[in-house]
């Protein structure tokens, strides 16, 4: 993220290395660069667990990648140069299937066999729907957590987050259409898929299964999630033996989301600051010790400010002390759907609720199968709260994935410091780390010991 590495020169290569560490499943990447995703760029990850770790369910036939999500037909350039200006970028031009809107089959299936469908929504704005035609589809695993496994006849897919279902083929022989269509809006965008079964020259039929209707069928299906607790993740213990409901929490940072305007142009905000970029990432600043010179600590309180308190643009990096079991709550006040992600953590999406969170919110949560995550939706005038421990070090950004309002200020970076400066902590900075603004002449610190 832009908060976190200087971006890659224009010509230039550079090569990322990352450890597959403490997690599995369903992933994408993207360009964090101003509207680059609006280009396209992405693509699916896919971690799989251990050899010997053992997987909730049988080997599946084949592995599928269904990247799903709206699309503009503007440039990036011109989406971010509409956004400089202050206007909105407006509706979707339609929604693409894994990018191709012709009707070739995109997967194919054999009678009797059972496949994984890895289904990402990897848009800018709109949630959507994905359902197959004759089909249920058996939810196995969600943004890098195995679930409960409930049949469903379709799925509610909100931006940045990724589904993993088993389908079985045990259907009359012929083609079907994969759909997705978009979800709490006045039009409707849909994009098709086909399905081919082995020796099938039976196309498929034109009456496309409908999508749901409303906010409260996705909120009751959101309710139907669970954690799986006595399957394994990325280690071979279950993962119901962490008792996430039995910590004590030891932080509460409410968090609001705003729109207005800064200098007569169009801003959106989380508790009143609509984040600025930097020249000098903010993880680079704090690591080589000038962080003062580049942003301020803590420039928002835990709790909203007044919805008449005027937006202000500015860096925005909120403190968490490592390893504290902190509870955040984000709020809704407008009357369109939202989705936020989390770096670097998987969290507990324990509660949502109409209207605005009080402490008797709590009474409501599930703190005993609650997924783990890293993306969660807010539905319109309402909140959703998330629970974990800051045990990563490093600097993480908290964002919106509707990505008209991450590039206009919804987001903000968390930065978790551990005392210790131990490589039991953090890694030192790589050797091949890019460098620009303020730190590129400095001295190297000391590593991590």
Not at 110 to 117: A, P, V
Request: charged share 15%; glycine share 8%.
């Amino acid at each position: 993220m832009p908060g976190t590495n200087c971006p890659i020169p224009p010509g230039t290569n550079y090569t990322y290395h990352f450890q597959v560490k403490d997690q599995i499943g369903s992933f994408f990447y993207f360009p964090s660069i101003g509207m680059h995703r609006a280009a396209g760029g992405f693509g699916g990850l896919r971690i799989n667990s251990r050899l010997l770790i053992p997987v909730p369910f049988d080997d599946p036939a084949d592995d599928y990648t269904v990247l799903i999500g709206d699309w503009y037909t503007k440039s990036h350039k011109a989406l971010a140069g509409i956004l400089d200006a202050g206007r909105s970028i407006g509706n979707p031009a339609g929604i693409l299937m894994n990018g191709s809107p012709d009707d070739a089959p995109l997967f194919a299936m054999e009678s009797g066999k059972t496949y994984r469908y890895r289904i990402c929504n990897v848009g800018l704005k709109l949630s959507l729907n994905f359902r197959i035609q004759n089909h249920l589809m058996k939810l196995v695993e969600m943004d890098g957590s195995h679930t409960v496994q409930n049949d469903y006849e379709s799925l509610d897919v909100h931006v940045g987050q990724c589904f993993s279902v088993l389908v079985t083929a045990n259907q009359e022989p012929k083609d079907y259409y994969m759909v997705a269509s978009t979800r709490f809006t006045k039009y409707m965008l849909t994009a098709t898929g086909i399905v081919r079964y082995a020796g099938s020259n039976v196309p498929p039929s034109t009456e496309l299964p409908a999508g749901p209707v409303g906010w409260a069928w996705s909120l009751n299906q959101w309710r139907s999630l669970r954690w799986n607790l006595t399957a394994s993740a990325a280690r071979p213990n279950p993962q119901g033996s962490y008792h996430y409901g039995g910590i004590n929490i030891t932080r509460t940072i409410k968090l609001a989301s705003s729109v207005g305007l800064v200098d007569g142009k169009r801003r959106f905000a989380l508790n009143g600051v609509s984040h600025v970029e930097t020249q000098t990432p903010l993880k680079l600043a704090e690591y080589y010790g000038i962080a003062d010179k580049v942003f301020k600590y803590d420039s928002i309180s835990d709790e909203p400010p007044a919805a008449s308190a005027a937006i202000t643009a500015a860096p925005n990096v909120l403190n968490a002390t490592f390893r504290d079991y902190i509870e955040i709550i984000l709020e809704n006040p407008e009357r369109s759907i939202q989705s936020y992600h989390l770096d670097g953590y998987s969290f507990f999406a324990v509660g949502m609720g109409h209207g605005t969170w009080t402490p008797a919110s709590r009474k409501t949560y599930n703190l005993l199968d609650a997924v783990s995550r890293h993306t969660i939706q807010v539905y319109p005038r309402s909140w959703s709260a998330i629970m974990l421990t800051f045990d990563n070090a490093g600097m993480w950004s908290l964002r919106s994935e509707l990505w008209e309002r991450h590039y206009l200020g919804q987001q903000l970076y968390i930065s978790v410091l551990s005392p210790a400066r131990s490589l039991r902590d953090e890694y030192s900075i790589p050797d091949n780390t890019l460098l620009c603004g303020d730190v590129t002449t400095l001295p190297k610190p000391p590593p991590y010991v």
